[in-house]
């Protein structure tokens, strides 16, 4: 068992590098995550790692034991009600706003990359319902191993079992061993990258659409309002993030919450 004192160091670090906020009741789990980072560094336990990370000069081990931490229970089509709500309304509404222009979704934190695939999946049904919208879609997660995962694109049985509909499954993954593989267009609709939350997203631009879903409860109170303030400096006018189910946001200028959903309906000051 992990004690205080490493605990303590451990949430510390991961809160310093990814804002998450770990507590002592989740030890048990943390040393069960961190063992196959231990042994992969050559370590006979988690006690050696974090004595490692303690004393090396780089942050390597530290930002390793970050990532594996890393929030990433996901999901295809993850609440229903939300995915019907982007399909027959918000995606809808952005593309009458955007004319014939091409709209841009951001699945932030998208972990393995669930998520993002099911936007492009209704991206698809959408086209082949006759309405060809125009859409862009990013994929961001703090994680570059979760990002390696989401862009194979590669699923387990059990993954694929967790809310994908079998006609979905049919149409748009292939067995590939033991694995399930969703098909190269579905990968091609999707442009993934690492991007932090703790940073600025400038760099990826605007968006029309940003799903936000089961991450803020991660956060502390301060740093939900701090994310909250950056994210929405990356929406376009009239552009609304959708949260996970059940969630809420802090007060933000220029944003108005409601029903699940954050819209922006105000110009924010400059930073």
Known sequence: ???EAELALIAREVKTRSGAVLTREM??????????LARREGFGS???????ARIRADSALWNSITDYLAQSDTRFFRDGAAFRRLYTDLIPAALARRGHERIRIWSAACSTGQEAYS???????????????AA???????SERLIEKARAGLYTQFEVQRGLPIRKLIAHFEKAGDLWRIDDRMRAAISFSTHNLMKHPGVLGQFDIILLRHVLPSFDLDTRQAVMSRIADAL????????????????????????????RTAARAAA
């Open 1 to 3: 068992m992990l004690n």
């Open 27 to 36: 030890g048990g789990a943390i040393e069960l995550r961190l063992m196959p």
């Open 46 to 52: 988690v006690h050696e790692l974090i004595a490692a």
């Open 119 to 133: 936007v492009a999946m209704q991206i698809e049904e959408m086209r082949e319902a006759g309405l060809n919208p």
């Open 136 to 142: 862009e879609i990013v994929a961001t997660d703090f």
């Open 236 to 263: 376009a006018p009239q552009g609304v993030i959708l949260l996970g189910e059940g969630e809420t946001i802090p007060d933000c200028e220029g944003l108005t919450f409601s029903n699940g959903i954050a819209i």
